[in-house]
């Protein structure tokens, strides 16, 4: 951990930043139980565990007052008719924020809070993204061969809860229709 | 202020956000004693106050936990050989860090710690730039035609402590040799 200010760069086409402290790779086999169809889910994982998406992390001391920061990849693909996606997760610290800045692709952020409010939000390139305290959020890519890629920056204390939604799943999915993209409650939601 | 999520465009070029809380305007008169050639300045002053740099404030509550965002946009100019400059700042809450996030032009960030530590980091479209807690940051823009414009995000509770930058100075000067920009001691830094 370095006290001095540092820069890095984000090139233009391919995102990877000069700097990356840690380099994440979330496969299919990762997101087990959250695909609505678990039989297009089953079929696909014994074909291939491809990778969903990917995160370069810039570290940082994880204390409040410090900014922690990075690049988030999801690669365009589907499970069934449901988009490639994060995870997701609450942070462990509910009352911290988290802001998202997109530089490529399409996509949608699917967002809830533990009172059970819903929002989602259309990404694309230019657009900035603020999540409140409170909202567990998980990013979907809807690019047909694009990748989605955003920039992200939260509070260095805000920690990482992803084990509320592996259980419970999150309220709203966004599925293709063929002739358009929906979003739908989720059939599989664990109350 | 809202608790729901929401997003805005920061379209490209022009950089203004679609969403905009607060726009701050600072002119020449508003960095009176910040610039080495006093005699420059008042010659400038004289002919028009010109503008150095905006903000577009994106507003959010000013408590721990919460970002806040915006856009800050130095114009190119010099008083004397010195280039357009913010006011810089400490923050008030001085162990919060602040990124910036280069959309546009050329130009430099100055920083010190309240200890002495300097550090200059140069800025171009691509790059982010991470000031840790305590540091003092001043952009300056050396683009000779071009807007310099950044991103920036920092911790809700930071605030803002501009008088002992207007009152000392920051150690450091950014400046046009004609053949370079050239980094020196501010001669009239006051300990």
Chains 1, 2 share one sequence.
Not at 119 to 139: C, D, F, M, N, T
Request: glycine share 10%.
């Amino acid at each position: 951990m370095q006290d001095k200010p540092f820069s890095y760069t984000i090139p233009y086409p391919g995102f990877k930043p000069s700097r990356v402290d840690n380099h994440l790779q979330r496969h299919l086999s990762d997101l087990k139980g959250q695909f609505s169809n678990e039989k297009a889910y089953q079929t696909l994982l014994k074909k291939e565990d491809v990778l969903l998406y990917e995160v370069y992390e810039i570290k940082r001391p994880e204390v409040e007052g410090e900014i922690l920061m990075g690049i988030s990849i999801v690669h365009p693909g589907k499970v069934g008719n449901e988009f490639f996606m994060t995870k997701g997760h609450f942070h462990t610290i509910l009352g911290t924020a988290e802001m998202y800045y997109c530089l490529h692709g399409e996509g949608f952020m699917v967002m809830e809070t533990p009172e059970g409010d819903t929002a989602v939000e259309a990404l694309a390139p230019g657009k900035v993204l603020y999540i409140p305290p409170r909202w567990a959020h998980r990013s979907v890519c809807t690019s047909r061969q694009q990748d989605l890629v955003t920039f992200f920056a939260y509070p260095g204390n805000a920690g990482h809860d992803y084990g509320t939604i592996e259980e419970k799943g999150f309220r709203k999915l966004i599925i293709d229709r063929g002739d358009g993209i929906e979003i739908i409650d989720n059939p599989s939601f664990n109350e």
